[in-house]
């Protein structure tokens, strides 16, 4: 029979052991080994059972056993250090509170976060980020509030059928045996946000809060008595259902997020945030219910757009337009108009805000943008690709000026580098992760010590993969007597390449399988043996990425072969751990520029592990030519056959030829020397830069503290500054078709340039109705192009000279001939304020109707 219902009973501590929940209930155990340690020590035996989840330890452990340790003195002891070590990690000042102007308090909304395998709410890469985000901020003080979406069956578990298809499973999830406390009113009632539905319907959700070191986590959970049954299920699963059921899930992050944010700052007193980040486009209609919250305080709703900007920071993700949420219009007009209609926010409105091509769909990431003040890529070739996506929604200005920088993704080295090399790090270079300093001082440890600790990580992925794959084949319907094989499975002396990730077609899980016998024969070399162990979860309605998992699976089961290639299903974040620890060499293939970021490939290289990639994400940026292996590209190829035939010989060539002669490459003393020179070469190099200490503080000098001041300044006096601002902004565009460059002449360089001289530049500019100060007048100038196109120009503002009396500008500049070779410029208008975060903000520009300029000239 089964239970109507399922809770978890939570376990009544005795007093002297209270501490013991104060330390579960914080999510800090996830990369604080003292405090993991702690729990062990509480039943060594069941904490092996449990998979290492303090909250399921605590349900199952026995209470005579609790009483034994209640009464342990030793065990109060180190419960008494470990909770005064929690209490000052909480409260003590960090990095972030030594600086001036910082935002009081940041908003982060993600749909999914990574903390640790025991709070599976992640599906992969965005997730993993996430929970690194927060976990970075918590180390650094960064009072981020986060937000999400609590999923009663996570995302899937993934395990095989005997042909080696992948099969998903939805465990049910009881948010009582999970490391969250429910969100509740001083009279003990449960929170409860309400989202309004048509039709009179209403969504309802009830907030837990899971505690990531010093950072709140909102989880809002659908699952409650108010609702009807499909609004409980909207909360059922991550990227779950179809476009309504996905819709109402952003709506719920959105909408219901900002006002969990509300109910929880009322009740506990938490500064509410003055920055707003949206991670990727599912959470856009946060700024919605944040406009519909100043509209409702008497601003108008261009006013409010203009406070709601100011503070808001958007980051993408994706760089294919397919990976971006699209609603059709219908859908938006039905949940935003008639009798679920904001009376201060017109559904016209709305709509306009996620206007693209396609009259007939809504776009959450170009809402996203135009929601924002500040946009951002997750790598600097994800940006340039960025860039070109979004080009339309800043007509006229070069690709350079698409106001989308980039903040290059980092890992949290706690959660991910293995224990010993962070003992080690601890002993020799106490700098190392929390200052981000002393790297250089990697070169100084001995050889044979970090040696040891590469052996060490990668007998224990061995070990952990031949237990998870002995359960896979189990599940596969194999009994134990045809399963003596898997004792020899992997050698821990061999060199290991790790692979794993999500598995849509772009990262091209079998490009390894283009020639099968030369595969082959790089597994079974005699003298330099290769072992490849792979993880990777499609999409559950992904039947192409389901063959590709079946395409591996059968290679991998060829008993030739079996004993140095393995799939290991259900790959999560412990899996993940044992990977990128134990892995010698992590392979990444993708389809370039389609990765966005990536950062398995981060986590491996802090581990001691070396590259093996594509220049793609954030590989092509810090990749130095001696920190690992670049995979040729063979971009101008058109044929992807070919392409694919093309990149996998070079893989197969990297790996036979350099890879492993490095590897098996050993002194008189047994140790691989150039291997371990090249380690060193790795963790000097990319160690600081792949850190999520060195992200966070990026994102709060570079977006979190400028929007912070940005809002500041149209907040105050009332939104005095949103006020005038949005006025600025329509007087502008109202008033742009007037602005015209009418004239310009040059001077001073006579017939044969020469490098050294000066271009003196006069224009006049017709302003219309706008005065000087509502414009920039810039010259724009630097080599061109066979078309005469201006290429990666710079650019210098005129100064105004004087006006006529019929409007007429008049502006005077010097221009520096700094460069050989065919150069140009022109003359250009656009919009200026003070509170404009970039020329382009307004997407106006006015240029000569005709050319301008020495286009042609070369200079000597």
């Known amino acids: 029979m089964r239970a109507i219902r399922r809770f978890t009973v939570r376990t009544v501590l005795p007093r002297e052991l209270a501490a013991l929940g104060e330390l579960v209930h914080n999510l800090r155990w996830s990369w604080h080994p003292e405090t993991t340690d702690l729990f062990a020590e509480v039943d060594p035996r069941l904490w092996e059972q449990v998979g290492h989840d303090p909250v399921a330890l605590l349900g199952a452990v026995d209470p005579a056993r609790l009483s034994e340790l209640a009464a342990d003195r030793r065990f109060l002891r180190r419960l008494a250090d470990a909770a005064d070590d929690l209490r000052e990690y909480m409260t003590a000042p960090r990095w972030y509170q ?18 640790a395998a025991a709070l599976p709410q992640y599906s992969g890469g965005l997730g993993i980020l996430a929970g690194d985000h927060l976990k970075a901020a918590s180390d650094l003080g960064v009072p981020i509030l986060a937000v999400g979406l609590l999923y009663r069956h996570g995302y899937f578990t993934q395990s095989l059928s005997p042909e080696g298809w992948q099969m998903e499973h939805y465990p049910s999830l009881d948010a009582g045996g999970l490391p969250l406390t429910l969100l509740k009113e001083e009279d003990g009632t449960p929170v409860k946000i309400r989202v309004g539905l048509p039709e009179g319907r209403a969504l309802h959700a009830q907030l837990w809060v899971a505690q990531v070191g010093r950072v709140p986590l909102l989880l809002l959970d659908s699952d409650v008595a108010d609702n009807d049954s499909a609004a409980r299920d909207v909360t059922d699963r991550l990227y779950g259902g179809g476009t309504d059921h996905r819709l109402m899930q952003e709506l719920l992050l959105g909408v219901g997020g900002v006002r969990a944010i509300r109910a929880y700052c009322r009740i506990t007193g938490h500064a509410d945030p003055e920055v707003f980040h949206t991670n990727e486009g599912h959470a856009g209609f946060l700024g919605l219910e944040r406009i519909r919250e100043l509209t409702e305080a008497r601003l108008s709703f261009d006013e409010a757009l203009e406070a709601v900007r100011a503070g808001t920071v958007f980051t993408t993700h994706t760089p294919v337009p397919a990976g971006i949420d699209r609603f059709p219009i219908e859908m938006i007009e039905r949940h935003f108009g008639g009798d679920n209609a904001w009376p201060t926010v017109p559904v016209e409105r709305i709509l306009a805000l996620g206007a693209e091509a396609d009259p007939s769909r809504f776009n959450m990431a170009v809402m996203g943008m135009r929601l924002a003040q500040r946009v951002n890529g997750v790598s600097e070739l994800h940006g340039e690709v960025s860039r070109e996506m979004f080009k339309d929604l800043w007509p006229g200005f070069d690709l350079d000026e698409v106001p989308i920088g980039s903040i290059t993704n980092g890992v949290h080295a706690p959660t991910w580098v293995g224990r010993e090399l962070m003992e080690l790090a601890g002993r020799e270079l106490p700098t190392l992760v929390e200052r981000a300093r002393g790297w250089d001082g990697i070169q100084k440890i001995a050889d044979a010590d970090l040696w040891d600790i590469r052996r060490t990580l990668r007998r224990r992925l061995v070990e952990g993969a031949r237990v998870r794959l002995r359960r896979s084949w189990r599940d ?19 060199l290991t390449i790790g692979f794993a990730r999500r598995v849509p077609s772009y990262k091209r899980l079998t490009l390894m399988l283009r020639d099968p016998e030369r595969l082959k024969s790089l597994l079974l070399d005699p003298d330099k043996p290769v072992q490849i162990v792979i993880a990777g979860k499609a999409h559950p309605a992904d039947e192409g990425g389901k063959k590709l998992i079946q395409q591996i699976v059968k290679f991998a089961d060829q008993p030739e072969v079996r004993h140095r290639i393995v799939f290991l299903p259900d790959y999560d974040m412990a899996l993940g751990q044992l990977m990128t620890q134990g892995s010698d060499v992590w392979l990444n293939n993708p389809l370039r520029p389609l990765e966005a970021s990536g950062t398995s490939g981060m986590k491996s290289a802090l581990n001691g592990g070396l590259n093996l990639s594509i220049r793609d994400g954030w590989w092509d940026e810090w990749y130095d030519g001696t920190n690992g292996w670049a995979i040729p590209t063979a971009d ?13 010989a070079a893989l197969y060539d990297l790996i036979e030829h350099e890879v492993s002669d490095r590897f098996y490459d050993r002194a008189a003393d047994g140790l691989p020397r150039r291997w371990m020179e090249m380690v060193k070469h790795t963790l000097t190099s990319l160690g600081p830069k792949v850190l999520a200490g060195r992200m966070l503080r990026d994102y709060v000098l570079g977006l979190y503290t400028p929007a912070a001041k940005a809002g500041r300044a149209l907040a105050a006096e009332s939104c005095s500054g949103a006020r005038s601002f949005a006025a600025w902004r329509l007087r502008v565009a109202k008033a742009w078709p007037g602005v015209r460059v009418e004239h310009v002449e040059a001077s001073g360089v006579g017939d044969t340039p020469e490098v050294g001289n000066v271009l003196e530049l006069r224009a006049t500019i017709a302003l219309g109705d706008l005065t000087p100060d509502d414009v920039l007048v810039q010259a724009a100038y630097g080599r061109v192009g066979p078309h005469d196109e201006l290429v990666h120009p710079s650019y210098l503002a005129l100064t105004p000279v004087d006006t006529d009396d019929d409007g007429r500008a008049h502006y005077a500049g010097v221009v520096p001939l700094d460069r050989t070779g065919p150069f140009g410029y022109t003359v250009r208008a656009v919009p200026h304020h003070p509170l404009a975060a970039s020329p382009a903000e307004l997407g106006l520009v006015t240029v000569p109707e005709e050319p301008v300029g020495m286009t042609n000239g070369t200079l000597r």
């Open 98 to 115: 030594t600086l001036p102007d910082a935002a009081r308090a940041i908003a982060y909304f993600s749909p999914e976060y990574g903390i």
């Open 476 to 494: 596969r319907g194999a009994s134990d007597a045809e399963l003596g094989w898997i004792d020899d499975v992997l050698d821990p002396d061999v």
């Open 636 to 648: 101008g190829v058109a044929d992807p056959d070919r392409r694919d035939e093309l990149e996998a």
